[in-house]
């Protein structure tokens, strides 16, 4: 009865949360139009109204832990769902994100996302989309705030190895800025597929930034390690053990 009444309750939080999505992207439109403060304003809008019914409907509480960074800045972190994103997004001024290039298709999402200074990237071509991504980013460093990458390039379930994407290393090399890892558990209460979120609390950590100069491999190392056991750490915290399923 207690795990029916969970996916009850998740259900109408996913549809109450799209609705959400654009109820607020029509009130913040005009103001979005006129600037980018009108984006950034309804995006962190929407992150707090997320995370307060999240609690409320589901029982998952959110924490935020470390220093996020507010000054221009490169930011790694690890990815498992949707709720990273907006943790993330909520916990600095300025973000802006790569992203797939397939989300510029998505109704609002994919409009307020470029007019927040996201760049999107084709994962197709590897070679290719690293080299337009550098020139994307190089292009739009007046911008400033704080670039966020998924280290690993896409969604990765928890108790999953995946390997470092080397476009984080091309960024990190061709930006000359210190870097900041992010570490997160939030894959075991809100999955990458499926209706059921699970309450508990939800943490991603900003851990402490890699400074700007190192060798490449010296920082990819370290990048990875850092993120991995914090990761790990968040993963025990939460009762997750390697096998559980998500």
């Known amino acids: 009865m207690r795990v029916a009444l969970q996916y009850v309750m998740s259900a109408i ?12 992207a029509v009130v913040f439109l005009p103001w ?3 600037s980018p403060a009108g ?8 992150c707090r109204w997320v995370r307060f019914t999240a609690r409320w409907l589901i029982g998952l509480r959110t924490e935020i832990r470390g220093a996020p960074p507010r000054d221009v800045v490169l930011v790694a972190a690890k990815h498992q769902s ?7 997004f909520s916990a600095m001024p300025r973000p802006r994100f790569i992203m797939k290039r397939e989300l510029i298709w998505t109704p609002i999402l994919g409009q307020y996302a470029l007019r ?4 999107p990237v084709n994962r197709g071509k590897r070679g290719a989309a690293i080299k337009q991504m550098i020139a994307d980013v190089a292009s739009g460093k007046d911008k400033g705030g704080q670039l966020a990458i998924y280290a690993q390039g896409t969604r990765v379930a928890p108790g999953v190895k995946a390997p470092y994407k080397i476009g984080i290393g091309a960024l990190y090399k061709e930006l000359g800025q210190d870097c900041v890892p992010v570490a997160t558990n939030v894959g075991v209460f809100w999955p990458r597929h499926g209706i059921l979120r699970k309450p508990g609390v939800a943490v991603v950590d900003f851990l402490p930034r890699i400074p700007a100069g ?3 491999p010296e920082f990819m190392a370290e990048l990875e390690a850092a993120i991995e056991t914090r990761s790990d ?14």
């Open 214 to 216: 190192k060798p490449l």
């Open 233 to 246: 750490d968040l993963l025990a915290e939460a009762g997750f053990r390697p096998g559980d399923p998500v």
């Open 32 to 34: 979005a139009l006129i």
């Open 39 to 46: 984006a950034f304003a309804a995006c962190h809008s929407y």
């Open 82 to 88: 949707f709720l990273d994103i907006l943790l993330i």
């Open 13 to 24: 939080f996913i549809v109450q949360m799209y609705l959400m999505m654009a109820v607020m």
């Open 116 to 119: 927040l200074g996201c760049i």
